[in-house]
């Protein structure tokens, strides 16, 4: 089974510049800036510089680094549903 | 409220003049949008495998040689994408997934399927068996492409879409359900379009 | 939860289309009035939203073209198989209704508050759209940090906002590579930028630059890695990708 591999990074495949609105409407505060570390392979990057992946079924922030999972973002209607757990700490700018 | 966009339409969307056909709170589309959760993985055909699973054990593996050799069936079925789309009449190529399980020994009661990129996503077996599921690599005629989840998807279309996996590589056999990727983010675990169960909790 | 007026929260706001102009066959811009404008910083975005009769809703991001102080300007080319920016090049009008939020980003911004470091800004089409906004707010403070802008564009009918960059002021070079077509007499570069074309065109490390790369996802991939070939460390690069055809036009 093929693992991700990143050389095939296509044209749908985005960074953290992409959700800037909507991190800020999660968040409450500007997040492009901020300095995310993964939970899985310890490497901090502002989320700018994240691998998203935005599909109307929800937005994906993987590591840029080691490709795992930092943030998933769902909207169900005017809620965001965030889940974290794939970053060991998130620090605002 | 937010005002209308004058001239606005989106995707080409037809009437639902097929009301019945259409579940409640979806758009009709001729379209085919793309969702991209994940890169497009890339596996060559002779490296691709279907494989079904038990206990952290292949029952049961085809090659794509293998798979196409398989009866061929032609599906056409409505697709309801818990985006809102609906998408009436796709045209598949596609081998039972009946036929697949028939060939392995077992008493599972459900099933998580695992493909490419690591999305998986679970169905109760009653669900992939019965007529009810294929393994899909042809649409309308011609080779299923990557963006559409080829060479080969889950083709489940009584369930909303997000459970007909793309890039599915197989099925692994469970006694007990598992949710899969979307699912433990907040989606439905069953995702019936005709009771709207798009989120955990409807 | 704190209301609208709380500093950082985003909210929707509506904008009148004031004018609207072609830059290229496919691009065009406009200009928009947002009564609740708070101002933004050069190189930041806004998102579009729109909603049809039926309850339909898309949402979009767009760089802003402006300068900090200008009137809230964008320029969106038409993606073939897009979904709003056809509607925003083509159906869009005068005097319509569009909701907006923004200013956003924080990372793909410059503010001249290092004077010391020259800066690379390289633009892949419609990639240059933020960076007219910064060269617009450099000239508007009088800053003289010099600026390279190498824009990839696929032939000279294809640039966006070319008057303006035949005059883009003192300090500013231009360098345009164009990738599938050249007028006869070119004596340009033509191609895509290549590592070699980047050597040639980036400020040399020792100066401490600053790169600031936009435009389609593999474009800047290549860009990118290509700067960091050359001795530009990573942390010196920015990026903002724009997606392919598909993805989100």
Known sequence: ?93 | MSPISRGFHGRRRESAGDAGRVPPGQYLTGDFPVLSAGPTPHTPLDKWTFSIRQDSDTSKSWSWAEIRDLPEEDVTADIHCVTRWSKLDTRWQAVSIDTLLAQVEHEARFVLAFCDGGYTTNLPLADVTGGQAWLAYGYDGSPLRPEHGGPARLLVPHLYFWKSAKWVRGLELLDADEPGFWERYGYHNYGDPWREQRYAGD | MAGTAVRGRLTWQVATVESLRPETASVRTIDLDVPGWAGHQAGQHLDIRLTADDGYVAERSYSIASAPGEAVMVTVERLENGEVSPYLTEELRTGDQIEVRGPIGGYFVWDDAEAESPVLLVAGGSGVVPFRSILRYRAAIGSAVPFRLLYSARSLTDVIYRAELNHPGEGVEVIYTLTRQQPSGWSGHSGRVTPALLGEVAWPVSQHPLAFVCGPTAFVETVAAALVDIGYPPDRIKTERYGGTGATG
Request: a negative charge; aromatic letters at 4%.
């Open chain 1, 1 to 93: 089974m093929t693992a991700f591999d990143e050389t095939q990074l296509d044209d749908s495949t985005l960074d953290g510049n992409a959700i800037g609105g909507q991190l800020q409407e999660v968040f409450g505060t500007e997040m492009t800036t901020a300095v995310g570390t993964c939970a899985t392979c310890g490497a901090t990057a502002q989320l700018a510089e994240t691998l998203v992946y935005l599909s109307a079924m929800g937005t994906v922030v993987r590591c840029r680094t080691c490709t795992a999972i930092l943030l998933v973002v769902i909207k169900r209607g005017e809620v965001n549903c965030v889940d974290m757990q794939g970053m060991a700490a998130l620090e605002p700018a």
